[in-house]
């Protein structure tokens, strides 16, 4: 029951409607308590023989009108209740989503896409149950019970009512127990779908990978396991829930029992009237749907309050990077200063990168190369404020990037990263994704510049084709380009190509790598390459080696050394003669 606590916030941003709503179901309470009272009446007038057509056609009128109003306040109550719980459902998806856009890679890394969907789709449908009815059932069965009770007690006889409540204690005892049992089975349960979730979403991702291997059966007897098991975990949900009526029907039963064999002795005795036990076991028939709302209401609100503490605990994981208060929100730009003393990935027993020193002054070219897991990424990833946990301080344009709001440093960097991504939209789209209002020629520019313009204007609908899933319709090489483009657009302060160019030819590598030189003369540039061609001509070089800077210097000064960065170069340029020989 805790939940509808918890869930008061929100109850008192929509206090009208909740008001309205209740009001409507009081009314509703009180008017269906009046056709069993007229019935009651109709019939000792019938048994007396006293009932007069005028009579009969007045009660008639009455009992049109109640009908009609009834309908009314039921509409209006579900409009209110229902209504509202719609608008909960939108309001935890918003702040779910909010949170999702806060929160650094590492919190993704730590949690899989489809339980975070499972989140927002059903544990959020479990909650709007709740502040729909939830608040329902727990209104009906206190309100219309209530006022039933109250009817047959004052109306008829309280001995009787309070006899026809003697099983009443032992309702509310069974539906609570079920209830707490319901809730752990239905959080259980939850979980099972969330990992079924995450299968689903991993198996479409992967389905090229997939098929290629030929793993479907795999990946089919996969998912029939996770499939089984959610339909276990839901089996035990739906075996508490299975209790919850029978055993309501079952107390209604004796209850009804009872009331007669006592009605029979009191009618006997003279107590009461036969038309009174005709309405009494009327209102007792009203009771059934109070007593069954009992049952359902610890069901939903039991389901809602798993639900939403699995919520509760998503949302109320912190932003591992914010912003430090009275942050800088201007465009940082000038010199970039990186002293990293030591930095390790979360959950990693070793450091990713310790000793990185260089300073790298506006408007010069970085090349950042290394052999695989040297560390070439983390730098990038540290620049970029991906994790702020880090011994040693980064700075740009004069203070250290944790003083800037984050939204005005990633402004100024134009990321291109090594896994690209596009939107399932159109290419112009893409491009224009940091600033979809800028007129389509400075799209083709950012386009030419990253040499991809030629190959957009060759699709049939140029720039206006729609990009698959990931842009599944286009060559690695293609997609990388299109990525350029759009950091392009942007005319960042800072570019960082983190081995962007891997998949396109040497020629095309070349000619980017001049429209950069020649538009981005003033602007700083950082390439991280596998491929030395792509950094050989920058200012600074720096040649990662298990975390660390093992060498740096320019190209010639590199070469003068002798080490590393020499013998990657000439293996490259052995590759390539071989290459060569083999064309020709
Ligand atoms: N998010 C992460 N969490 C934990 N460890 C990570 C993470 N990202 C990278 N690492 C580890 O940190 C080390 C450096 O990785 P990094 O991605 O910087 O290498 P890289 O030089 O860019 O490699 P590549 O050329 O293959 O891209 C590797 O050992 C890698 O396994």
Known sequence: MNVLIQLGWFFKQRKKQYAIGIAALVLVSVLQLLPPKIIGYIVDDITKGTLTAKQMMEWLVILAIAGIAMYAFRYLWRVMIFGSSIVLARTIRKQLFDHFLKMSPAFYQKRRVGNLMAHATNDVSAVQQTAGMGVLTLFDSILTGGFVILTMAVTINWKLTLIALIPI??????????????????????????????????????????????????DIEDFRQLSDDVVEKNMRVARIDALFDPTIGGIFAISSIISFVFGARFILAGDMSVGDMVAFSTYLGLLT???????????????????YTRIHELLSVDP????????????????????????????????????????????????????????????????LREFDDYEGIISYGGHSIHQYKQQRLRESIGYVPQDHFLFSTTLAENIAFTNPTVPSEEIHRAAQLAHI????????????????????????????????ARALLMQPE?????????????????????????????????????????????????????????EAGTH?????????????????????????????
């Open 169 to 218: 204690p032992l309702m509310i005892v069974l539906t609570s127990f079920y209830g707490k049992l319901l809730r752990r089975h239905f959080r259980t349960a939850q979980e099972a779908f969330s990992g079924m979730n995450d299968k689903t979403q991993e198996s479409i991702s992967g389905m090229k990978v997939i098929k290629t291997f030929g793993q479907q059966k795999e």
């Open 289 to 307: 749907w109070p007593m069954l709302a009992f049952g359902f209401l610890f069901n939903i609100v039991e389901r809602g309050s798993a639900s």
């Open 320 to 383: 591992e990077v914010v912003d430090v208060h009275g942050a800088i929100d201007e465009r940082p730009k000038g010199d970039l200063s990186v002293d990293i003393d030591t930095f390790t990935f979360p959950g990693d027993p070793k450091p990713a990168l310790f000793d990185v020193h260089f300073t790298l002054r506006r408007g010069e070219t970085l090349g950042i190369v290394g052999k695989t897991g040297s560390g070439k990424t983390a730098i990038l990833k540290l620049l």
């Open 453 to 484: 313009h030629d190959d957009i204007e060759g699709f049939s609908e140029g720039y206006r084709t729609i990009v698959g899933e990931r842009g599944v319709s286009l060559s690695g090489g293609q997609k990388q380009r299109i990525s350029i």
């Open 494 to 550: 800072l570019l960082i190509l983190d081995d962007s160019l891997s998949a396109v030819d040497a020629k095309t590598e070349e000619a980017i790598l001049r429209s950069l030189k020649e538009t981005r003369s003033g602007e700083t540039t950082i390439i991280t390459s596998h491929r030395l061609s792509a950094i050989q001509h920058a200012h600074q070089i720096i040649v990662m080696d298990e975390g660390t800077i093992a």
């Open 556 to 584: 010639a000064e590199l070469m003068a050394l002798n080490g590393k960065y020499k013998e990657m170069y000439d293996l490259q340029q052995l590759e390539a003669s071989v290459e060569q020989g083999g064309e020709a």
